[in-house]
């Protein structure tokens, strides 16, 4: 009696310290859930401040030591002839000379078309003996003085009264010549810091470069686009004799971005010299890709394609709109500074972290733009704050998308067979511009066979936000933000070559 009395006791007492020792253990994991949900805040403020110092020291070294300083007059001369000579001040120029929106749309593909045409380079390196440097350097030297080319043929029909039928041809033919010619030059660019830096200093210069360039065109549209309607409505009040007036700000524009791409053929050519480039011959049957860059090739070429869908949103905003040129270069100069901030961050994060994930998250910034577009309907009073805050979110995706992109296919290029980074970029541009421009191309078509209405433009914009998010689903990614290798997708290829072998 008294022995189970004792084992009753110690059972008693045992299960006590057992409840004990349990309610301890929850108390300790509450504990620690309130200092995680109570620091969090403190953590993430920590994290962010020494992410920006990170952020400010790389650019401070950048932006400071002597070595770099090629890179950065190339990136702030080719930032000026953007701004003065792209598609910012084409497009209003060309609506201003009575071009239909249609045959607008036809004339800037040539700026998505351009690098396509990389495809050829190969050859012509094989050719020329791998004379690299001067090809890139005559392709910069016809695309980047564009405004030297259209600065003249806008001040004979201010000044000499010659045809704006025939300045509107002239002009034309020259944005569309030019934009081949520079879209090749930037694409050889790419690969020439490819050749001459080693990947960590690639990394680190590549995407600055294209940062500062960016930011470069958004200081100089941010002033036209402020003052660039009244500059015109003084011009014609001033001068009334003068009939196509209006248009002697951009030729002023255009001039002084060909004098800028004067300037940054100077800085291309303080360049470390490349040597002499010969691709070798690679047949399509000698041709071994790793599945995940066919992979990669085949959704960058479809989301270039839907990015081609999308119509132009200054056209939109003038033709159904009916906003003012001001407010079209506007919408040039909040996407350049949207995308200088979208450049600054992500070129931090993309040399530690994954970039199919970077890329991905693009594609669905891109998909929520256009799907906001949508809802700039002529028939709401707010539809132009609509539509900038939609051009907003299109160039952040843009922005980011174009370094993902890039940063994605050359850590690709590194773990595929075919290890000729020249033909594999090459494939890659082609591909892309292609794609791009086919899209484009059709919705040049559209837009001159249906009539000029919300619905086509609408249209338009579902398409290309709904072929963004369909390759954002169909992208195979990392499987964290903390990987630089698509495992789960070399897991997958092993799984189906084992099954089918």
């Not at 047949?283 to 995940?292: C, L, V, Y």
């Amino acid at each position: 009696m008294l022995v189970s009395l004792r084992a009753q006791v110690a059972n008693l007492a045992r299960r006590i310290r057992m409840d004990v020792g349990s309610l301890r253990a929850r108390m300790t994991q509450l504990i620690a859930k309130a200092q995680v949900v109570v620091l969090a805040p403190v953590h993430a403020a920590r994290t962010a401040v020494r992410s920006v110092r990170a952020i400010l020291l790389e650019w401070r070294r950048f932006l400071g030591e002597p070595g770099y300083r090629p890179y950065r007059n190339q990136a702030l001369a080719a930032g000026a002839v953007g701004a003065l000579t792209g598609p910012g001040l084409a497009l209003p120029l060309l609506l201003i000379l009575g071009m239909s929106p249609a045959l607008v749309t036809l004339v800037l593909t040539a700026t998505l078309a351009g690098p396509a045409m990389q495809v050829l380079m190969p050859g012509a390196l094989r050719r020329s003996g791998g004379r690299f440097r001067w090809l890139t350097t005559i392709l910069l030297g016809a695309g980047e003085t564009v405004g030297l080319w259209v600065a003249p043929i806008l001040l004979g029909v201010i000044f000499l009264g010659w045809s704006p039928d025939l300045a509107l041809i002239a002009v034309s033919a020259s944005i569309f010549v030019t934009g081949f010619a520079s879209g090749t030059g930037f694409s050889n660019l790419g690969v020439w810091f490819h050749i001459v830096l080693p990947e960590s200093e690639r990394r680190f210069v590549a995407p600055r470069t294209a940062g500062v360039s960016v930011g470069m065109a958004a200081l100089i549209l941010l002033p036209i686009a402020l003052g660039l309607d009244a500059v015109v409505s003084f011009a014609h009040s001033e001068l009334p004799t003068l009939p196509s007036v209006g248009i002697l700000p951009f030729a002023l524009f255009y001039a002084a971005g060909g004098l800028a791409g004067l300037l940054e053929l100077r800085a291309v050519r303080a360049f470390p010299t490349p040597g002499r480039v010969l691709p070798a011959k690679i047949s399509r049957a000698d041709r071994h890709d790793s599945p995940e860059l066919s992979h990669f090739l085949r959704i960058a070429g479809l989301a270039a394609a839907g990015s081609g869908l999308g119509p132009y949103l200054s056209i939109y905003a003038m033709t159904i709109l009916h906003a003012s040129p001001g407010f079209a270069v506007s919408l040039s100069a909040m996407s350049l500074a949207a995308s200088i901030a979208a450049s600054t961050v992500v070129a931090a994060i993309l040399a530690h972290r994954s970039s199919s994930r970077t890329l991905r998250l693009a594609y669905l910034t891109l998909g929520s733009g256009y799907a906001l577009a949508l809802g700039a309907n002529p028939l709401i009073a707010d539809a132009l704050v609509i539509l900038a805050c939609a051009n907003l979110l299109i160039s952040v995706g843009g922005a980011v998308a174009r370094l993902a992109v890039n940063e994605r296919l050359f850590r690709l290029i590194r773990d595929a067979r075919d290890a000729d980074p020249l033909s594999a970029s090459a494939r890659f541009i082609g591909l892309t511009s292609a794609g791009a421009a086919g899209g484009q191309t059709i919705t040049a078509l559209v837009l001159a066979l249906a009539p000029p209405v919300y619905l086509v433009y609408g249209a338009l914009f579902a398409l290309s936000g709904l072929s963004r998010f369909w390759t954002a689903g169909a992208m195979e990614v990392s499987p964290s933000w903390d990987s630089a290798v698509n495992e789960r997708y070399g897991r997958r290829v092993e799984y189906i070559n084992s099954h089918h072998s």
